[in-house]
Nanobody, 119 residues
Framework: VQLQASGGGLVQAGGSLRLSCAAS????????IGWFRQAPGKEREFVAA???????YYAESVKGRFTISRDNAKNTVYLQMSSLKPDDTAVYYC??????????????WGQGTQVTVSS
C-alpha cells in the first residue's frame, strides 16, 4: 500500500486545516491509520489514530482540537485540525498498520506534508 498525505500549508494561529491521507495499491479498510508529526530538531510524535472500525485515539496535546476520520469507500483518512497553535508546526505523516500510539506499530508510511502555523 502506498500512502499520499496532502493538505498542509501555512495558516494563522487559531485557524484550521484538513489533512488527507489517500491509499493506493490495495484497500486499507482493515488497517489502522495513524498520524504523526515531526518538528525541526524534535522526535517524531504521535498525533492521532483510527482503527479499521473507526475507534479513535488522540495525543493529549491535540485532544478536543483535532478530529480523525476515515472514508473506506474513498480509501482516505482525514485529520481535521482546528484551533491551531504555533506548536502544531511540523511535518505531518500518515502511516498504516496496527492501532497504536507508537510508530513501531505501523508498517508503511506516506511522505510528509508541511503544516506551518504563524503567530
Amino acid at each position: 500500500v502506498q500512502l499520499q498525505a496532502s493538505g498542509g500549508g501555512l495558516v494563522q494561529a487559531g485557524g484550521s486545516l484538513r489533512l488527507s491521507c489517500a491509499a493506493s495499491g490495495r484497500t486499507f479498510s482493515r488497517d489502522a491509520i495513524g498520524w504523526f508529526r515531526q518538528a525541526p530538531g524534535k522526535e517524531r510524535e504521535f498525533v492521532a489514530a483510527i482503527s479499521w472500525s473507526s475507534s479513535t485515539y488522540y495525543a493529549e496535546s491535540v485532544k478536543g482540537r483535532f478530529t480523525i476520520s476515515r472514508d473506506n469507500a474513498k480509501n482516505t483518512v482525514y485529520l481535521q485540525m482546528s484551533s491551531l497553535k504555533p506548536d502544531d508546526t511540523a511535518v505531518y505523516y500518515c502511516a498504516g498498520g496496527r492501532f497504536s500510539g507508537s510508530a513501531s506499530g505501523y508498517d508503511y508510511w506516506g511522505q510528509g506534508t508541511q503544516v506551518t502555523v504563524s503567530s
